[in-house]
């Protein structure tokens, strides 16, 4: 009896332990993740999301962003947006740092936030409190359907959201 109550210990203990394992690997998520790193001049910006796919769903009715809702522009942990100077996006000034990376989508006008609080899941803990910048984005009908979640960046500061058929679009710059 001592031997089956030690075997069956044994093996729940092992169970847990594997199934623990598997969740640390983020690569086996539905949602894998995802990083983009990019010198925009003498600046590095690393953006850290996870990749969503439409799946059939329809962008704000099934899927996010939905209409005033602010979304972590990504899934799983909120997205991360981390620069090591400096930096001017569309024009304003953004502090070297790591932001939590939102969007609002508000009729037709987009908005990307920059907020202190990057370390979150999705965006419940977000608080408007806590921006340190917002600017418009430029959203437009894409080239072609983006199925997951995609960023793009290139070295003259081209940021680019591709979303099902949405490419969402922002300059950034260094700070001189």
């Known amino acids: 009896m001592k031997k089956l109550l030690t075997l069956s210990l044994l093996s729940i203990l092992l169970f847990a332990s594997l199934n623990s394992a598997a969740?640390?690997?983020?690569?086996?998520?539905?949602?894998?993740?995802?990083?983009?790193?990019?010198?925009?001049?003498?600046?590095?910006?690393?953006?850290?999301?996870?990749?969503?796919?439409?799946k059939g769903r329809t962008i704000g009715a099934d899927l996010e962003p939905m209409q005033g809702k602010v979304w972590r522009a990504g899934a799983n942990e909120a997205t991360v947006f981390e620069t090591d100077k400096d930096i001017m996006v569309e024009g304003k000034i953004l502090p070297k740092g790591k932001y939590g990376f939102f969007i609002l989508v508000q009729d037709d006008t987009?908005?990307?936030?920059f907020n202190k609080t990057w370390e979150q899941w999705g965006?419940?803990?977000?608080?408007?409190?806590?921006?340190?910048?917002r600017v418009p984005a430029i959203a437009k009908k894409g080239a072609n359907f983006s199925e997951m979640l995609t960023y793009t960046l290139d070295a003259a500061g081209h940021l680019n959201i591709l979303w099902g058929d949405k490419d969402i679009s922002a300059q950034i710059q260094e700070k001189k």
Not at 110 to 113: A, H
């Open 23 to 54: 969740q640390k690997d983020k690569s086996k998520r539905p949602s894998p993740p995802a990083t983009v790193a990019q010198k925009v001049g003498e600046s590095t910006i690393t953006i850290t999301y996870s990749q969503p796919s439409v």
């Open 110 to 113: 987009w908005t990307i936030i």
């Open 123 to 133: 965006a419940f803990k977000y608080s408007a409190a806590d921006d340190v910048l």
